[in-house]
């Protein structure tokens, strides 16, 4: 009988746990168009990000300080608050299609990102997945009729590279001594949050009528879609490497359109079921030789100083 090393174990399961998070993405456009005001994308970015950044922090009575003030402010605006912005942007200006396409073009943001922060030079299987990933994901969401909108398009793709870029400086900084992840969630999402309030009212003015259909959504996509997925995502980044993680954000739109045939009723052609196979197929090659990397929240944030760092004592924020 052949045993799996503990490593390899261990890599697989911080994977499939961190793809739950893009898997969960994917319902953001079933909720939306079923339960959800229409025509108000920063409110409903707002309503992603702040309020469950806040009760985050509530439940884990962590703040940042030092230099993770500014670390976290950029994080917060790079990975929430200019990501959902322009992710909505995009797809109220872009066919469904075009803008997943577009975001699926995160993974080889990171790809030169990490290059130029980390450098780590692209490997050729990664950029061959990219590519693969991209493919099978135009093939499952793109159709013939697809119009293209200049604004769409900018907003697509630099919505992506700030997300690759996020994804990059996470797993470069990690997280500060005795942080765990669902304080460093709140931190970034309540920085995402306050950047996207006064967008919100100077776009959309006051928040809509809501009626219980749309409170179940809002509730459903800050506590679900947001804080646990955003939890599972980074923990992910400071566990393996970003150019690894960030494929798995191809999970998105392939789980949005299963969940579209399997909620909405809208059909799936042999076409998109290969698209599928393609993008996956690209997802995990993705995966193959990438090494597993110490979780830095349990290293002292002082580098080359030999220090006896106590036991922390347990937290909700640990729990993780």
Known sequence: MTTIPAATSSRVGTLALTGLAPLVWGTTYAVTSEFLPSERPMFTALMRALPVGLLLIAATRRLPHGRWIWRAGLLGVLNIGVWFALLFLAAYRLPGGVAAVLGAATPMFALGFAAMLLRERPTSRKVIAAIIGISGVALVVLRANATLDVIGVAAGLVG?????????????????????????????????????????????????????????????????????????????????????????????????????????????????????????????????????????????????VSVTQPAPSASVDQVA
Do not use: C, H
């Open 160 to 304: 992506a590279a700030s997300q690759a870029a996020g994804a990059v400086l996470t797993g470069k900084w990690g997280r500060p001594e005795g942080v765990g992840p669902v304080a460093f969630t709140g931190w970034q999402l309540t920085a995402g949050g306050l950047m996207l309030l006064p967008l919100a009212l100077l776009v959309e003015g006051a928040p809509p009528a809501m009626d219980v259909p749309a409170i179940g959504g809002y509730l459903y996509l800050g506590l679900i879609g947001t804080a646990a997925a955003y939890v599972l995502w980074f923990r992910g980044l400071s566990r393996m490497p970003a150019t690894s993680i960030a494929f798995l954000g191809l999970l998105s739109p392939l789980g949005a359109a299963v969940i579209g045939w399997a909620w909405l009723g809208q059909a799936l052609s042999p076409l998109q079921i290969l698209g599928i196979v393609i993008a996956l197929a690209g997802t995990l090659l993705a995966q193959t030789g990438a090494a597993r990397k110490p979780d830095d929240s349990k290293k002292p944030a002082v580098r080359n």
